[in-house]
């Protein structure tokens, strides 16, 4: 869940922004499992190989929602990155 979804407040609402920080979640549970636990971010303990989507990743899962990618700039990524 999208950590502004997760706050205790009268005012919450469901974006499409939301949806990319669980597209993140997503992608980094089906490349790192059963490692399901956000401490590579401060540890640095990223796959190389998988450097194209650690990015993705860590764009995905911005605490800031604003600073989160739109789904069609993630496909413009995926596209990129020939996946």
Same mark, same amino acid.
């Given at each position: ?5 997760? =706050? ?8 499409? *922004?939301?949806?990319?920080?669980s ?16 401490d590579?971010?401060?540890?640095? *303990?990223?796959?190389?190989? =998988? ?10 899962i911005?605490?800031?929602v604003?600073a ?6 993630v ?6 990155? *020939?996946?």
């Amino acid at each position: 869940m999208a950590p502004e979804l997760s =706050f205790e407040s009268s005012t919450v609402w469901v974006s499409k *922004k939301a949806d990319v920080y669980s597209f993140g979640v997503t992608i980094y549970t089906l490349l790192y499992s059963p490692n399901h636990k956000f401490d590579f971010i401060d540890e640095g *303990k990223f796959n190389p190989k =998988f450097e194209h989507f650690n990015r993705l990743i860590l764009m995905c899962i911005e605490k800031e929602v604003r600073a989160r990618p739109t789904m069609n700039e993630v496909l413009g990524f995926l596209k990129e990155i *020939k996946v």
